[in-house]
């Protein structure tokens, strides 16, 4: 898998966002303003809802964010994603 990541100005309150690309690699915009340890928890809890496809799932938004925070699934192996910076 192939994860694009942007470092680039996001509206106040969001850390992250994520959108499924046509090529079938993901790119990933996280805050610029956010500190390196904050960054690093918003990129992991953006890899989990790739790795859990939560883009194809129908349940609502807010739901899943809940599940995912509830869960463990953040303590996951990283190992098959290539990542690709870009600061804009």
Not at 73 to 81: A, G, K, P, S, T
Request: net charge negative; glycine share 2%.
């Amino acid at each position: 898998m192939n994860v694009n990541i942007i470092i680039t100005q996001l509206e106040p309150g969001i850390d992250a966002v994520t959108t499924p690309n046509d090529d079938g690699t993901y790119t990933i915009a996280i805050n610029n303003k956010l500190c390196e340890e904050r960054a690093k928890k918003a990129l992991l809890h953006e890899i989990t809802h790739i790795k859990k496809d939560d883009f194809s799932s129908f349940e609502k938004a807010s739901l899943l964010e809940r599940m995912l925070r509830e869960s463990d699934y953040l303590n996951q192996e990283l190992e098959d994603i290539n990542f690709y910076w870009n600061v804009i």
